[in-house]
């Protein structure tokens, strides 16, 4: 594996968990989705369907995987330029 980008592969292994909820709140449906991290760190996000006759539960737990793989990608490229970073300076 190339130590200089961050891989699909990579992502995927991060999320260990998913916890998909959906509630009602202001009577609208809510999409709840928490990912858990191998190392315990939780990353959340949330969607809501502009009408609540097309609401879909699974199109609002894709939607917020998308957009919390989105943050992986953006933490572990942040770790591999750390740890470039780290290396350069010693």
């Known amino acids: 594996?190339?130590?200089n980008?961050?891989?699909q592969v990579q992502v995927d292994r991060e999320m260990t968990d998913v916890i998909v909820r959906t509630v009602?709140?202001?009577g609208r449906s809510v999409t709840y989705v928490s990912v858990?991290?191998?190392n315990g760190f939780i990353l959340r996000d949330s969607t809501q369907p502009v009408d609540e006759d097309n609401y879909d539960e699974e199109i609002g737990k894709k939607i917020c995987l998308e957009h919390i793989a989105d943050k992986?990608?953006?933490l572990l490229g942040y770790m591999l330029c750390?740890?470039?970073f780290r290396r350069k300076a010693t």
């Open 1 to 3: 594996m190339n130590d």
């Open 5 to 7: 980008r961050v891989t």
């Open 24 to 26: 009602k709140e202001f």
């Open 36 to 38: 858990r991290m191998r």
């Open 72 to 74: 992986v990608w953006l």
């Open 82 to 84: 750390e740890d470039s």
